[in-house]
């Protein structure tokens, strides 16, 4: 059964510091993963979508990295500003399905201004 | 619409009552799916649909919960009997293609959080 892991759960740095967030899988039989950010009373915002066969997708600040042998994948966010400020989650997507996302519990992030 | 509208954005239900949680998805959007988020956890799936079809219930968590779709646009999530354990965040996604289509990004409404007393 594929399981998703965000560690830390919480997260605090300075304005202007670069930062990696970090998501783990147990199975490598996966369609894709995404990440998403959850702002409190606004619903989740997808921010990059990675397909299995990708190494990496870049958005602004934002860059994802996915290694399906190890079972990782990173968010870095560079530059980091009090906006960023919100709950980082990750979905795989399984092998057999491509809707069916499993999701990790998340990391909350705060940018201390 | 512009984005996914869910309601109402807050139900407060007694036990044993039945709710009904309101999904209008982006216009034209061909697949719709229903998590079910408690608090400090991820999202967990509960039900897809693609167009008017529901194509997977394996995530409802027991036959008190009930979704449709039936005429491919909005669609309703319904528990009856509400228990304490239902007390969640529901959310609502759509996407423009259905299931094979590739890549799915997903558009999120801002979520039905239900708290039953």
């Known amino acids: 059964k594929q399981e998703v892991t965000q560690i830390p759960a919480a997260l605090s740095v300075p304005e202007g510091e670069n930062l990696v967030l970090n998501c783990s899988f147990t199975?490598?039989?996966?369609?894709?993963l995404q990440w998403f950010r959850q702002d409190p009373g606004k619903g989740l915002t997808s921010l990059l979508l990675?397909?299995?066969s990708q190494r990496e997708q870049t958005s602004g600040r934002l860059n994802a990295s996915l290694d399906k042998s190890s079972g990782r994948s990173t968010l870095y966010i560079a530059a980091s500003q009090p906006g960023d400020s919100a709950t980082y989650l990750c979905a795989v997507g399984p092998g057999d399905s491509n809707y069916q996302l499993i999701w990790g519990a998340g990391t909350k992030l705060i940018i201390k201004p | 619409g512009a984005g996914v509208s869910q309601s109402p954005r807050y139900k407060v239900a007694k036990r044993g009552q039945d709710v009904a949680l309101r999904c209008d998805p982006i216009s034209g959007h061909v697949s719709l799916f229903w998590y079910q988020q408690a608090l400090g956890q991820g999202p967990e799936f509960l039900t897809y649909f693609q167009n008017e079809a529901q194509l997977d219930k394996s995530g409802l968590p027991s036959d008190r919960f009930f979704a449709e779709r039936p005429e491919g646009s909005v669609s309703t999530l319904k528990i009856q009997r509400t228990q304490q354990e239902d007390s969640a965040v529901y959310l609502c996604?759509?996407?423009?293609?259905?299931?094979?289509?590739?890549?799915?990004?997903?558009?999120f409404g801002a979520g039905s959080r239900l708290t039953v007393l």
């Open positions: 996604a759509s996407s423009l293609e259905g299931v094979g289509s590739g890549a799915n990004v997903l558009t």
């Open positions: 199975d490598s039989a996966i369609y894709n």
């Open positions: 990675i397909q299995s």
